[in-house]
């Protein structure tokens, strides 16, 4: 498969902080150009659905409780499946001194966010997520795909052991946060500039979380498609208990009118809003635990009327920090784009490779990838990390 890398606005970077943050440097994704799964299914439909029935049926019991950290989980050469009981109501004691955990003595007033309790299964603000991010199609496009998955599972597992070191109070809970689609550069026989994932593959995606008790988020990029017609497609998926749902609006391009890659896209509090709803709907007809719907954002277009967006007791919102660059800059996007709108929980985004390179023309010193103490110092503190 051919991927296009992009960067849709190092070239107009300058030489000073104020111009880097104007460019808003983006999260790079990538584009996959996918010529043999455009219809969002694999031949061999009926292998699929038991390899990804089997593999929610392992991780079902997951939601109450993390990972722990030790000799026999994450840190064993063998993968352990732990599933740790959910059954019981929701702990507000518990609840509520995690919130204030992570608000992190915020003084601005703004968390912790006071809305409605989740209900009892909800794995936030109980586990502190640890996600990989990326595409089985493309080393480029995240850790994920980068790298064999017994050895992608090695290196996600020495960070897990790194952030339940930094913050032991909140158990640490290894995700897998695939592409499910895919922006691309083209517009495909639909015009609609986005690639549907093969069921196939996100079945593996499921066989591999399940080797470490890992949920799953799918990633949505719509291109000039639009949620409503893109994420029922993906729905017996998110009909399983460990399974949830990640947004990208720097894709959404139909407001734009303009290709994926070359400007940044937009959604609104109204799309967030209907995820909220649908996935609302399958949490009380399937009795599932609370999902968690998660958007990222590294200016303020990509999500607009952010401040409208409310979370239910069925699904539980992330704003997650999306942008790469230098530590000054994440940190200052970071309370711009997401702390600044309190909506629920916080999520921050840390790059292997673009958080270590120097933009050209940018006199900066800040070109190392953020520690779990650094992340783990704003406020508030985030409760889901994603590494790409």
């Given at each position: 498969m051919?991927?296009n890398d992009r960067?849709?606005?190092?070239?107009n970077?300058?030489s000073?902080?104020?111009?880097?943050?104007?460019?808003?440097?983006a999260?790079?994704c990538?584009l996959?150009?996918v010529?043999?799964?455009?219809?969002?299914?694999?031949?061999?439909?009926?292998?699929?659905?038991?390899?990804?029935?089997?593999?929610?049926?392992?991780?079902q019991?997951?939601a109450?409780?993390?990972?722990?950290?030790?000799?026999?989980?994450?840190?064993?050469?063998?993968?352990?499946?732990?599933?740790?009981?959910?059954?019981?109501?929701?702990?507000?004691?518990l609840?509520n001194?995690l919130?204030?955990?992570?608000a992190n003595a915020?003084?601005?007033?703004?968390?912790?966010?006071?809305t409605?309790?989740?209900?009892a299964?909800?794995?936030l603000?109980?586990?502190r997520?640890?996600?990989y991010?990326?595409?089985?199609?493309s080393?480029?496009m995240?850790?994920?795909?980068?790298?064999p998955?017994?050895e992608?599972?090695?290196?996600l597992k020495?960070?897990?052991?790194?952030?339940?070191?930094a913050?032991?109070?909140?158990?640490?809970?290894p995700a897998?946060?695939y592409?499910?689609?895919?922006?691309?550069?083209?517009p495909?026989?639909d015009g609609?500039?986005?690639a549907r994932?093969?069921f196939?593959?996100i079945?593996s995606?499921?066989?591999?979380a399940?080797?470490i008790?890992a949920?799953?988020f799918?990633?949505v990029?719509?291109?000039?498609?639009?949620v409503q017609?893109?994420i029922p497609?993906?729905?017996k998926?998110?009909k399983?208990?460990?399974?949830?749902l990640?947004?990208?609006?720097e894709?959404a391009m139909?407001?734009?009118?303009?290709?994926?890659?070359?400007v940044?896209?937009?959604?609104d509090?109204e799309?967030?809003n209907?995820?909220?709803?649908y996935?609302g709907?399958l949490?009380r007809?399937?009795?599932?635990p609370?999902?968690?719907?998660?958007?990222?954002?590294f200016t303020?277009?990509?999500?607009?009327?952010?401040?409208?967006?409310?979370?239910?007791?069925d699904?539980?919102f992330?704003l997650?920090?999306d942008?790469?660059?230098?530590?000054?800059?994440?940190?200052?996007s970071?309370k711009g784009?997401?702390?600044?709108?309190?909506i629920?929980?916080?999520?921050?985004?840390?790059?292997?490779k673009?958080?270590t390179?120097r933009?050209?023309?940018?006199?900066m010193?800040?070109?190392?990838?953020m520690?779990?103490?650094?992340?783990?110092?704003?406020?508030?503190?985030?409760?889901?990390i994603q590494y790409?």
């Open positions: 051919e991927h960067f849709p606005t190092h070239s970077i300058r000073s902080y104020k111009a880097l943050k104007a460019a808003c440097i999260g790079v990538g996959v150009v010529s043999a799964c455009n219809n969002g299914r694999s031949q061999g439909s009926g292998s699929g659905d038991s390899t990804a029935g089997k593999a929610a049926r392992t991780a019991g997951v109450a409780g993390g990972v722990a950290v030790g000799a026999e989980t994450v840190g064993s050469a063998r993968d352990s499946v732990i599933t740790p009981s959910v059954a019981g109501p929701l702990d507000t004691a609840y001194k919130m204030i955990h992570l915020d003084s601005s007033g703004r968390w912790p966010v006071k409605a309790y989740p209900h299964g909800a794995l603000p109980f586990n997520i640890v996600a991010y990326g595409n089985l199609y080393k480029n995240g850790i994920l795909g980068e790298y998955p017994d992608m599972l090695r290196r020495v960070e897990l052991k790194k952030w339940q070191q913050d032991p109070s909140i158990p640490v809970l897998l946060h592409i499910a689609v895919t922006a691309q550069g083209s495909g026989k609609k500039y986005r994932m093969p196939k593959q079945d995606i499921l066989h591999i399940a080797r008790n949920i799953v799918l990633d990029q719509i291109g000039f498609s639009n017609t893109e497609l993906l729905e998926y998110l399983m208990p460990n399974v949830h990640g947004i990208d609006p894709f139909s407001k734009s009118g303009k290709k994926p890659g070359t940044i896209g937009t959604l509090a799309d967030a209907w995820c909220i709803g996935l709907k949490v007809e399937n009795n599932l609370p999902k968690i719907l998660m958007f990222h954002r303020k277009n990509m999500l607009t009327n952010a401040r409208q967006i409310h979370p239910t007791p699904v539980q992330i997650d920090m942008g790469w660059g230098p530590v000054s800059l994440k940190m200052d970071y784009y997401v702390a600044d709108f309190p629920e929980f916080t999520g921050f985004k840390l790059f292997y673009n958080d390179r933009p050209r023309g940018v006199n010193k800040e070109t190392q990838m520690t779990p103490a650094q992340v783990l110092a704003l406020k508030p503190a985030p409760i889901y790409q």
